[in-house]
């Protein structure tokens, strides 16, 4: 095991730099087999600090050509460089640093620094890759003013970006021309980009509220070309809406997005020149679902909030990342939900926090939003720090009300532009806007676990008062035994039997303009008056905090909240209950019978003109393994995998005439439209699809495979196709898959959805997954390959947990293998088998022993080694 290099990083030791940075100088020369790295850093001693401590700047694989100290060439005596550190002594207040180093782009399969993609080199900076291109001093406290030259061959690379404005260009010797952009902006290291390729442009332009014209650019290669259309616009979409909700501007004359098939993640939100993962931009109707339309609306408008809360403030360490990630989050969320349906974001937002963050929060990597330490500053990127970060920030929005929270966010905007800042900062313009004391409040940021609220009812007729008692508690984290009470708000609202929403009168915290009662001790107890019978309560409405609720509810109660809570997100909330209560039954006993409220409770979602397709297809559709799977403890995985099919299956038949009838009638021969009222209609035709297919009448897969043929867009084809593969017919399946495949073998999207679509089958096996990752198509330094494989095999939980227990065995070689390729990635794998201790033992030993194969391997990275480490602690 590698574990040389790998050191605790903590909050409480940050220091400010001895040194800044002023003014950054590169020249990027770009030749076959290397680059070579010029690099002249203006460095000033900072002011407090007495005496001459070294310099140390990072610096990662660099092969040094030359250093140099203002005029001085330094020789091999006068710097160190070891351990990723280059050391030396300037000895005055005020000098310049000049390196020469050589760096192979070609060879870093890491996709971090510089790197070759497909027939582009591009650049991933994001934490700590700029150190990968040059010796700097790489932290994001230390922003400097940027002017970036880069050179290379012509032909091979007619494009030349980095941040920026363009200042020159011109033609070199040997067909090599140069190009030179300078970023007004100071910047810290992570936020660097270049990129050099043969790249198609597409152009636009955006005129801001104060009547600046804003030159917009899409950079494709030829073969992704096609596509950029929906990401313009989305981008326009997003400056607009920043300026009208926010107040916010743009501010350079040249916004840039770079789509790259190789990338680690998402997108970057680099200043001017972002740099997206294709899959995260590149759209098109024939081959873009609408959940893929949607995420790419999302990303586009993330990346482009960035440059406000990001780049125009940035963090000053790393631990103060959800000050940017969990604000920008948040700011995308309600684009989403002003831009479609608020109600359906909301419902999938958090669907995603329960699948991907309440896991995060009950298992051995559970951090706080603002963890404590790390090695691995790559690890931290997580659902907790962006999901939950989004809570936490959401939060106050619900304790404050929009018009405060907006007089917070300007405060905040003005008084750090420029500036590295931190999470405490942004509090502080909230309690300067509000009065608000948030003392309490943050102990969101430094505790980690999911809070439980456990709620009692309780109505004296006599007195016509209703006592709810909440009692909340949090169950103890890695390094975190006791908890402290939260401040919790619960939008709430009190209903009479018949859904109508009653007036409050109690004697708790309560704001009647939010609707939001504040708990803040470990119990509370509050008595609500005047009323004449026991109300329904409707509490945490909009999933207003993120805890999990416990309340024993009459079946009476249940049925009013999801058949007529006014609060949409609150009555599919109850129904999905509903569900959760059926599989329990069904996974402690199989024979269990299935309640008759289902049928009533579909029926009555079916027939209810009130509700818009989308929010009808969320109600309807069961919890997803990865929802369920956070409420079962220990989890026996065949158990619950049956139970969830016998509930489908019930729901299946008992409707099939209804699903019949909704397949065809919700069918249409329009052309593709990407809106909330068609995505919802073509999500409520794929759900009632799967349902038919189900319930295992012939014609229902007929229908299917005659749809997936007949469909000139992909929401339409998968909604055939994926029926299709959850049936239990085999040849037809593979026969669809082959189709798929032959049509679609050149477009690089589709493929990457065909390697997903394969291993999201049901009977996958790791001889299956062998197979696909010795396919043409697949490519083990290709993330996006790689997660569609590997990714869509462990989160396929009726494959990957109820099937074969060598499955663990398997994923595990594949981390250490593709550790070898690429770290980052790898590390993400390593997550599907930290939860081995909810299972039950047959799998549950299987996953720990997979775990203890990972760490006994040699030359592990920090980044693996770290989360597989914690997962067997
Ligand atoms: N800042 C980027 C975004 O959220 C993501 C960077 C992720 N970096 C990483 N090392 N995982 O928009
Ligand atoms: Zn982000």
């Excluded at 442009?201 to 290669?221: C, K, M, P």
């Excluded at 007729?461 to 209703?466: S, V």
């Excluded at 019978?533 to 109660?557: C, G, N, Y």
């Amino acid at each position: 095991m590698r574990t040389d290099t790998a050191r605790t990083i903590r909050l409480k030791d940050y220091k400010k730099p001895d040194y800044t940075i002023k003014k950054t100088d590169l020249t990027i020369q770009i030749f076959e087999n290397y680059t070579q790295v010029e690099s002249t850093l203006h460095m000033h001693k900072n002011p407090e600090v007495v005496g001459f401590p070294v310099l140390q700047l990072n610096g990662i694989d660099q092969q040094i050509q030359q250093i140099q100290l203002d005029e001085l060439v330094l020789t091999e005596s006068d710097y160190q460089y070891e351990d990723e550190l280059l050391t030396v002594q300037p000895g005055k207040d005020e000098f310049v640093f000049k390196s020469i180093t050589h760096i192979k782009p070609n060879e870093n399969t890491s996709l971090e620094g510089l790197y070759q993609s497909g027939t582009m080199i591009c650049s991933q900076c994001e934490a700590e890759g700029f150190r990968k291109i040059t010796f700097y001093l790489d932290r994001p406290d230390v922003m400097s003013v940027f002017t970036t030259r880069i050179e290379a061959d012509a032909k091979q690379y007619p494009i030349l970006l980095s941040n920026g404005n363009p200042v020159e260009q011109g033609e070199l010797a040997g067909g090599r021309h140069f190009a030179t952009w300078h970023d007004p902006f100071p910047k810290p290291s992570y936020l660097f980009a270049a990129v050099a390729g043969d790249l198609v442009r597409h152009d636009d332009v955006f005129v801001t509220q104060s009547g600046r014209e804003v030159s917009l650019r899409i950079f494709a290669e030829a073969h992704n070309a096609h596509k950029t259309d929906f990401a313009l616009d989305s981008l326009k979409r997003s400056m607009a809406w920043d300026e009208k909700r926010y107040g916010r501007e743009y501010d350079l004359d040249i916004f840039m997005i770079v789509a790259s098939d190789f990338f680690n993640m998402g997108a970057m939100e680099n200043k001017g020149l972002n740099i997206f993962n294709s899959a995260a931009v590149l759209a098109s109707p024939e081959t873009s679902s609408d959940d893929r339309f949607d995420r790419i609306e999302a990303i586009v408008a993330h990346e482009y909030f960035h440059n406000w809360s990001g780049n125009r403030v940035t963090c000053r360490d790393w631990f103060q990342l959800t000050l940017k990630e969990g604000l920008t989050v948040y700011r995308d969320s309600q684009f989403t939900a002003d831009t479609h349906n608020a109600t359906v974001k909301r419902i999938s937002d958090v669907d995603m926090l329960k699948a991907a963050q309440f896991s995060e929060d009950a298992g051995p990597n559970a951090h706080p939003i603002q963890p404590q330490e790390y090695v691995e500053i790559n690890n931290f990127y997580t659902a907790t720090v962006y999901e939950k970060g989004a809570e936490v920030i959401g939060m106050i929005h619900t304790i404050l009300g929009e018009a405060l929270f907006r007089q917070g966010t300007d405060l905040y905007f003005e008084t750090f532009d420029g500036q590295a800042a931190t999470t405490d900062d942004f509090i502080g313009c909230m309690e300067k806007v509000s009065g608000h004391d948030f003392t309490q409040f943050k102990r969101w940021y430094v505790q980690a676990g999911t809070p439980n609220v456990a709620v009692e009812e309780s109505f004296d007729a006599n007195a016509g008062q209703y006592k709810l008692t909440f009692t909340q508690s949090c169950r103890p984290t890695p390094n975190q035994p006791e908890k402290r009470p939260f401040v919790i708000p619960v939008k709430m609202a009190l209903l009479s039997e018949q859904g109508k929403e009653l007036p409050i009168s109690c004697d708790g915290d309560f704001n009647s303009d939010t609707s939001v009662l504040l708990l803040k001790e470990a119990t509370t107890v509050v008595t609500f008056s005047g009323l004449n019978a026991k109300p329904v309560a409707s509490l945490f409405r909009d999933f207003s905090a993120p805890v999990t609720v416990d309340m024993a509810l009459s079946d009476q109660d249940q049925m009013t909240l999801a058949t007529k809570d006014s609060n949409a997100f609150n009555r599919t909330n109850a129904l999905q209950s509903v569900f959760v209560e059926v599989i329990r039954k069904l996974n402690a006993d199989i024979d269990s019978a299935i309640p008759e409220s289902v049928d009533e409770l579909i029926k009555a979602t079916l027939g209810d003109g009130s509700l818009v397709d989308a929010v009808k297809a969320q109600m309807i559709t069961l919890p997803s393994f990865a929802v369920l799977r956070t409420m079962f403890s220990p989890i026996n995985a065949q158990a619950l995998a049956f139970a969830r099919e016998k509930l489908k299956r019930h729901i299946a038949v008992t409707f099939a005439e209804q699903w019949q009838q909704l397949a065809n009638s919700l069918a249409s021969a329009q052309p593709y439209e990407f809106n909330a009222a068609e995505a919802g209609r073509r999500a409520l035709h794929g759900t009632a699809i799967s349902y038919w297919v189900s319930s295992g009448q012939v014609e229902a897969i007929n229908f299917a495979e005659a749809l997936y043929r007949a469909a000139e867009n992909q929401s339409d084809r998968l909604n055939g196709l994926q029926a299709v593969l959850s049936s239990d017919d085999q040849e037809r399946s593979e026969k669809l898959l082959t189709h798929y495949y032959r049509q679609w073998k050149d477009d690089t999207q589709m493929v990457e959805t065909w390697l997903a679509l394969n291993a999201g089958q049901k009977s996958f096996d790791v001889a299956q997954a062998n197979a696909l990752m010795a396919h043409e198509a697949f490519d083990l330094t290709n993330p996006n390959k790689v997660r569609s494989v590997l990714g869509a095999f462990a989160s396929n939980f009726e494959a990957f947990h109820a099937g074969e227990v060598g499955n663990y065995q398997f994923i595990a070689e594949q981390i250490v293998k593709l550790d070898q390729v690429n770290p980052q990635v790898a590390a993400r794998f390593t997550k599907v088998l930290e939860s081995w201790r909810v299972f039950t033992e047959d799998r549950g030993v299987p996953m720990k022993q997979a775990l203890e194969m990972i760490v006994s391997t040699d030359g592990l990275s920090p980044d693996v080694s770290e989360l597989a480490m914690n997962a067997l602690k």
